[in-house]
């Protein structure tokens, strides 16, 4: 028989991000911005046995963070987000 599930949690949201730009004179340059903040994340799936103790698992999460991105030089950018869904397929084994 197949099952549904559910699930929620919240935690630390961490990103880095590599900025280009140019100095003074002329150069390229790259500075790696990062930053961490909080995240929460929801999602849901179905499983579907194969044997006896081994089932398919169809499911997908909903995550979304914020954050503050800083580097060597200062705060790049304040409340930057990130937002996805992953869907996925994995196999249980109970």
């Known amino acids: 028989m197949w099952r549904l599930f ?7 949201a961490r990103a880095h ?12 340059t790259v500075v790696r ?3 961490k903040g909080i995240g929460y ?18 499911f997908g999460n909903y995550n979304v963070g914020s954050y ?4 060597p030089l200062g705060v790049v950018q304040r409340g930057v987000e ?3 869904l992953e869907p996925g397929v994995g196999l249980t084994i109970r």
Do not use: K, W
């Open 6 to 12: 559910l699930r929620a949690g919240g935690g630390f």
């Open 17 to 28: 991000q590599d900025i280009e730009g140019v100095d003074e004179s002329g150069d390229a």
């Open 33 to 35: 911005a990062s930053g």
């Open 41 to 58: 994340s929801f999602g849901g799936g179905i499983t579907l046995p194969l044997a006896s103790s081994v089932s398919l698992a169809l």
């Open 68 to 71: 503050d991105l800083n580097s």
């Open 82 to 84: 990130h937002e996805y």
